[in-house]
Antibody, heavy 120, light 113 residues
Framework: QVQLQESGPGLVKPSQTLSLTCTVS??????????WNWIRQPAGKGLEWIGR???????RYNPSLKSRVTISVDTSKNQFSLKLSSVTAADTAVYYC????????????WGQGTPVTVSS | DIVMTQSPDSLAVSLGERATINCKSS????????????LAWYQQKPGQPPKLLIY???TRESGVPDRFSGSGSGTDFTLTISSLQAEDVAVYYC?????????FGQGTKLEIK
């Protein structure tokens, strides 16, 4: 069974870049069986899909964030990463990594989530 | 973007009674080529990540109790809990994966009456 674990700073200053990593265990990130997603949830609010990366390395982003988001993969470490630039307080949220089955994208496995606060 | 709208926003049901949550999409999520509805339901308990309950609108994920069922097609969908248990207290979300960006409903908070 696939397991995911987010890691990264819990506090980021406004205008800086938020960087998070998701480590995948229980399966190979390059197996082709899954896509790899980032999703966020502001406190007390709903879920927002940020983007995903495919085994090929190609990416799809939410248009609302596209200009600020980069998702990359490191197959040697079985990890994928999120960078969100020029952050503001509106980017404060719990950030989840999640897997989606290839060619379908409901989210079958989720990390526990990592809270990120944007504040000076 | 496809907008997902859930109703009600919150719901209180007695233990053992039926709970029904609705989800409406702004356009059809039925893909004609495979006749599948690209709609999933998730359960989120406090302090936990969402958990996949149902996909293809009506297929239960492995290990999900059979008191959870999904129905509907096109733009209108329903999640039903046939006999509410205390452990079902949670927020429930629908999600469409028909087109990018994937979008979620705003959530329905389910409580015990």
């Amino acid at each position: 069974q696939v397991q995911l674990q987010e890691s990264g700073p819990g506090l980021v200053k406004p205008s800086q870049t938020l960087s998070l990593t998701c480590t995948v265990s229980g399966g190979s990130i390059s197996s082709g069986s899954h896509y790899w997603n980032w999703i966020r949830q502001p406190a007390g609010k709903g879920l927002e899909w940020i983007g995903r990366i495919y085994t090929s390395g190609s990416t799809r982003y939410n248009p609302s964030l596209k200009s600020r988001v980069t998702i990359s993969v490191d197959t040697s470490k079985n990890q994928f990463s999120l960078k969100l630039s020029s952050v503001t307080a509106a980017d404060t949220a719990v950030y989840y990594c999640a897997s989606g089955i290839t060619a379908i994208n409901y989210f079958d496995y989720w990390g526990q989530g990592t809270p990120v606060t944007v504040s000076s | 973007d496809i907008v997902m709208t859930q109703s009600p926003d919150s719901l209180a049901v007695s233990l053992g009674e039926r709970a029904t949550i609705n989800c409406k999409s702004s356009q059809s999520v039925l893909y004609n080529s495979d006749n599948k509805n690209y709609l999933a339901w998730y359960q989120q308990k406090p302090g936990q990540p969402p958990k996949l309950l149902i996909y293809w609108a009506s297929t239960r994920e492995s290990g999900v109790p059979d008191r959870f069922s999904g129905s509907g097609s096109g733009t209108d969908f329903t999640l039903t809990i046939s006999s509410l248990q205390a452990e079902d207290v949670a927020v429930y979300y629908c999600q469409q994966y028909y087109s990018t960006p994937d979008t979620f409903g705003q959530g329905t908070k389910l409580e015990i009456k």
